[in-house]
């Protein structure tokens, strides 16, 4: 009988984990649950963490990078739970190396711990050849945190519910971005618990031809977590008037619950120019250009 040879597992998988900005943010109302239904259109940046995995006796996690030092490697690290969860589902032991270069800062409202996760998933699923589709993997994603699934996709996308329903939008966010936090980070359900007054409109007619058009859409709409995590964290004012009087800055909003604000350009180079005059000037703040992925 001649065997199949089975192909081998790859030395190592690396994944980027893109940071998710919420170019508006509309909280439309609250389960009995508790948790909040949202609608928002999101983008993910060419910016990123980067995950790799190799093969390893057990399943070890080791951060690098400039914000390593704010992350736990213990068990409830969220990379960690991706991969013990996956390793369940496949019935499999978790053995595996995960590297994970932090470039994004914690907490800071830009999805940075969904992706990671995200990521993880992805890698996994790939490094120890389980063959999960995307679908399942949204699934466990789904346990971990209501907005893996988007990042899994990591597509320009409208999110609704609790962040776990995803309609992709074919459109081309070809713009430069400017992400700019203060260095402080913020609880995301001690700003949904200083939210006051009604619930907001889900948005009706999301579209736009050209950058221009989607100016005009965003400078109409608004992050309804803004007020209070200004309310949390004053400094995040002080970052929206930084970008807000930047003569090139298109469009000055928080992402999620924050604290990272994001500023939109005609192109990559107005972003960097900002970039540069911003670090100059707040040397204590993270500045980072970049641009969405899907302009590649």
């Not at 508790?34 to 080791?62: M, R």
């Not at 050209?210 to 803004?226: A, E, S, V």
Request: charged share 20%; glycine share 8%; proline share 4%.
């Amino acid at each position: 009988m001649t065997e199949t040879p089975v192909d081998p597992s790859p030395e190592t998988v690396s994944i980027h984990a893109h940071a998710k900005i919420n170019l508006y943010l509309h909280v439309i109302g609250q389960r009995d649950d508790g948790y909040h239904e949202l609608d928002s259109l999101v983008g993910f940046t060419e910016f990123s963490d980067l995950l790799t995995v190799a093969k390893n006796a057990n399943l070890a996690l080791d951060i690098e990078g400039p914000f390593a030092g704010s992350l736990s490697q213990n068990g409830d690290n969220l990379v960690l739970t991706a991969a013990k969860m996956l390793a369940n589902e496949a019935g499999i032991q978790p053995e595996a190396k995960i590297i994970l270069h932090k470039n994004l800062p914690v907490a800071s409202g830009i999805g940075g711990g969904s992706a990671d996760a995200a990521a993880a998933l992805k890698a996994l699923n790939s490094f120890w050849q389980i063959g999960l589709s995307e679908e399942a993997l949204a699934k466990i994603g789904l346990e971990i945190g209501a907005d893996v699934p988007a990042c899994l996709r990591s597509k320009t996308a409208r999110m609704a519910g609790i962040g776990e329903q995803i309609s992709e939008i074919e459109a081309n966010l070809d713009v430069g971005v400017l992400l700019v936090n203060p260095g402080v980070p913020i609880s995301t359900p001690e700003v949904f618990r200083a939210r006051r007054g009604a619930f907001s409109e889900a948005v009706t007619g999301l579209n736009w031809d050209d950058k221009f058009g989607l100016y005009d859409l965003l400078l109409g709409l608004k992050n309804d977590l803004q007020s209070p995590a200004v309310q949390l964290v004053p400094e995040i004012k002080s970052v929206l008037e930084v970008l807000q009087s930047l003569k090139d800055c298109r469009v000055a909003k928080l992402s999620g619950s924050g604290a990272t604000c994001f500023g939109l350009f005609d192109d990559s180079g107005a972003a960097k120019i900002a970039e540069q005059k911003i670090r100059k000037s707040n040397p204590s703040w993270w500045v980072q250009a970049t641009y969405f992925v899907c302009e590649k």
